[in-house]
């Protein structure tokens, strides 16, 4: 069909012409309501960007001198981030001579691990950086 045809039938349906393949041979094209189509699709859009979970990394704090109860607690806190899918990142901040004694961290920092052991697992083992320790978690992929 013409183009001079094509856009005649839409103009007398009171619809647009719109270009659906370019680069086909001949351009394909097709007879439609053009704002109603760009409303439905921002609205898909839209939709999709809802339903979407952007993961954060939230930050827990620990020392080597913590309490088991405090210990707990932070593992509750992390283990609630972990339920809503985020990413955990536990540091233990090495002051004075704590330094000497990196060892102590790590076992914190897998004690801090096990108990969160039932949502989560580690991504990135316990790595000394500079004067502190970083370790981070990840939640356990659902089935």
Do not use: W
Request: glycine letters at 4%; proline letters at 5%; aromatic letters at 4%.
């Amino acid at each position: 069909m013409s183009i001079q045809d094509a856009r005649r039938i839409a103009g007398e349906k009171e619809m647009d012409l719109c270009l659906i393949a370019p680069q086909a041979a001949p351009p394909v094209c097709k007879i439609m309501d053009y704002g109603k189509y760009r409303f439905e699709q921002q609205k898909r859009e839209k939709e999709q960007r809802k339903n979407q979970h952007v993961t954060e990394v939230k930050e827990v704090q620990l020392s080597l001198n913590i309490e088991s109860h405090d210990l707990q607690t932070k593992a509750r806190n992390a283990l609630k981030f972990l339920g809503a899918g985020n990413k955990v990142k536990v540091t233990i901040r090495f002051r004075g001579r704590e330094m000497a004694h990196p060892e102590r961290g790590i076992d914190m920092m897998l004690q801090f691990a096990e108990l969160c052991s039932e949502v989560g697992n580690i991504e990135r083992q316990p790595v000394m950086e500079s004067r502190t320790m970083l370790m981070f978690l990840a939640p356990k992929p659902t089935k």
